[in-house]
């Protein structure tokens, strides 16, 4: 991540390796935050369910 604070002294090779790298960070970035929001609504679901049984 240095290698951001010095961008204009990389070669082209160089920003098209570091560019990668943070297109599969942002990728896994997203990847958990979509896993994180399926396991809260299956968490919120669980829970409703449970309410809705302890009713009936």
Do not use: C, N
């Not at 160089?14 to 929001?37: E, G, M």
């Amino acid at each position: 991540m240095l290698d951001l604070l010095r961008f204009e002294e990389i070669t082209p090779a160089q920003r098209r390796a570091l560019a990668a790298k943070l297109d599969r960070l942002s990728v896994r970035f997203a990847y958990v935050v979509i896993a994180a929001t399926v396991l809260l609504f299956a968490f919120q679901g669980v829970r409703y369910a449970a309410r809705v049984w302890a009713l009936s």
